[in-house]
C-alpha cells in the first residue's frame, strides 16, 4: 500500500509540474521580475521598461506577460530555450500596448505567442529554430509586427 501511495504522491507532483509548464497564464514559481535591468526569465506583470542585459535560456516558457503598456528591450541578447513541447520564448496573454524589440528567440514551441494581445508592436525580432511557429498571433488585433525573420 505505502508503495502505491509513494507512486501517486511523483505522479501528482509530475502532472503539477506539467500543468504549470503549459499554462499560458503567469507561471506559478517563476519570478515576478520589475521593471529595469533584467538577466533572468520571469513573469512580466506590471507597466515599464525591461531591458535585457545577458541571454537567458530556460527548459520552459521564458518570458510570460500580463501586463499593460510595457516594452521588453532583449538589446540583440538570446532567448534560448530546450526544445520542449507547449513552451514559448515570449508568452503574451491577456496584454496591450506592448513593445518586443531587439530579439533573438529559439528553440521553443512558438518563438513569440501573441494570444489575445491587442494594439502592441513586434520589431527587430529574429526567431529561429522554434518547433511550430517563430511567431503566432491568436485572437489578437491592431498589432504591428515589422523587421521581422522566422525560419
Given at each position: 500500500?505505502?508503495?502505491?501511495?509513494?507512486?501517486?504522491?511523483?505522479?501528482?507532483?509530475?502532472?503539477?509540474?506539467?500543468?504549470?509548464?503549459?499554462?499560458?497564464?503567469?507561471?506559478?514559481?517563476?519570478?515576478?521580475?520589475?521593471?529595469?535591468?533584467?538577466?533572468?526569465?520571469?513573469?512580466?506583470?506590471?507597466?515599464?521598461?525591461?531591458?535585457?542585459?545577458?541571454?537567458?535560456?530556460?527548459?520552459?516558457?521564458?518570458?510570460?506577460?500580463?501586463?499593460?503598456?510595457?516594452?521588453?528591450?532583449?538589446?540583440?541578447?538570446?532567448?534560448?530555450g530546450q526544445?520542449?513541447?507547449?513552451?514559448?520564448?515570449?508568452?503574451?496573454?491577456?496584454?496591450?500596448?506592448?513593445?518586443?524589440?531587439?530579439?533573438?528567440?529559439?528553440?521553443?514551441?512558438?518563438?513569440?505567442?501573441?494570444?489575445?494581445?491587442?494594439?502592441?508592436?513586434?520589431?527587430?525580432?529574429?526567431?529561429?529554430?522554434?518547433?511550430?511557429?517563430?511567431?503566432?498571433?491568436?485572437?489578437?488585433?491592431?498589432?504591428?509586427?515589422?523587421?521581422?525573420t522566422a525560419?
Amino acid at each position: 500500500m505505502e508503495k502505491y501511495l509513494v507512486y501517486l504522491i511523483i505522479l501528482i507532483s509530475i502532472l503539477a509540474v506539467l500543468a504549470i509548464m503549459t499554462s499560458n497564464a503567469p507561471v506559478t514559481g517563476y519570478l515576478t521580475l520589475s521593471p529595469g535591468n533584467i538577466a533572468t526569465c520571469g513573469n512580466i506583470t506590471s507597466a515599464g521598461t525591461y531591458t535585457l542585459t545577458a541571454n537567458v535560456a530556460n527548459a520552459s516558457s521564458c518570458f510570460n506577460i500580463t501586463a499593460q503598456n510595457m516594452t521588453l528591450n532583449c538589446a540583440g541578447f538570446n532567448i534560448t530555450g530546450q526544445n520542449a513541447t507547449n513552451t514559448y520564448g515570449i508568452n503574451l496573454t491577456d496584454s496591450s500596448n506592448i513593445t518586443i524589440v531587439n530579439c533573438m528567440i529559439s528553440n521553443y514551441t512558438e518563438g513569440i505567442f501573441l494570444n489575445n494581445t491587442n494594439s502592441s508592436s513586434l520589431r527587430n525580432i529574429t526567431s529561429y529554430n522554434n518547433s511550430k511557429n517563430g511567431i503566432a498571433v491568436q485572437f489578437s488585433s491592431r498589432n504591428n509586427i515589422s523587421n521581422i525573420t522566422a525560419y
